[in-house]
């Protein structure tokens, strides 16, 4: 999970855990591997994550959070950046307040989720706290949730003040929503995509090792494309990396 390649530098590895002693031997360790940032996760919803007080549980426990903090700062050269969420439920948004602490200890970037815990991946994403975030720190804040285009990360930069904006999920079988121009409309195009990200796979992997998570990726180019849920099950039925390179070149 450590892996990086020069050409995706810089690049920030992100630690999680509630254990500011083991976090901070956590951020020695990585800081002798080829990266430029250490992430700290306060925003992970997941349950054995939260459970152990990991996450997004450091939203409602600011002091461990701060201790968690410092202890890697002490330990890494390296920035620490920290992403978090709005807060725990609607009913303690805290991330301005929580973003401040962080950076009062160290954090030289917050990347803020605009959920609560509870909400999960649901409901809509809070721009307004996100705001309220950049205006409470003068360390860069990167907003993120739910941005599907270039026009739609433009536009809430400019809207929130952000520095930065993170997108996940509109990035999964779409690379083309870091440009202008967007997601190509035909099938060739987007082919031409998966081939080369299939390339890139196979030059940093052992693909066969990571078929079954490939053919999620791959699924994933043909979204909104006529034919598109042929093409899946094709790619899904593939029995090898070889078999799944070779049917984008028939298809
Ligand atoms: C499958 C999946 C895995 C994720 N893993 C992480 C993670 O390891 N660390 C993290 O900080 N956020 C993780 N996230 C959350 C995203 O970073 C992001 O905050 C969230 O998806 C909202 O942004 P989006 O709407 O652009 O996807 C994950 C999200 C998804 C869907």
Redesign the pocket.
């Known amino acids: 999970m450590t892996q990086t390649a020069a050409a995706e530098r810089p690049v920030a590895l992100?630690l999680?855990g509630a254990d500011p002693e083991k976090m901070g031997e956590a951020a020695a360790i990585v800081t002798d591997m080829d990266i430029d940032i250490i992430?700290i996760?306060m925003?992970?919803p997941v349950k054995k994550v939260v459970k152990k007080g990991a996450g997004a549980a450091l939203m409602k426990n600011p002091d461990l959070a701060a201790a968690i903090i410092r202890q890697v700062c002490r330990k890494t050269s390296l920035p620490v950046t920290v992403?978090i969420r709005t807060g725990w439920n609607h009913d303690a948004i805290v991330a301005h307040t929580f973003a401040k602490m962080a950076e009062d200890n160290g954090a030289s970037a917050i990347?803020v989720?605009g959920?609560t815990w509870a909400q999960g991946?649901g409901g809509t994403?809070d721009w307004q706290t996100i705001s309220r975030v950049k205006n409470s720190v003068s360390i860069p804040v990167i907003g993120?949730?739910?941005?599907?285009t270039y026009k739609e990360a433009k536009a809430f930069l400019a809207s929130s003040g952000c520095d930065a904006i993170?997108?996940?999920?509109?990035?999964l079988g779409n690379p083309w929503v870091f440009t202008p121009e967007g997601t190509p409309t035909t099938l060739a195009e987007r082919m031409e995509g998966l081939q080369r990200h299939l390339q890139l796979i196979s030059k940093h992997t052992d693909p066969d090792k990571i078929l079954a998570k490939i053919k999620n990726h791959a699924g994933r180019y043909f979204k909104g494309i006529r034919g598109g849920s042929s093409i899946r099950r094709q790619i899904y039925a593939a029995p090898n990396f070889a078999a799944l390179l070779e049917l984008t070149k028939n298809i």
């Open positions: 992100q999680f992430d996760n925003g992970c992403k990347a989720h959920r991946f994403v993120n949730g739910d941005i599907t993170m997108i996940g999920r509109g990035a």
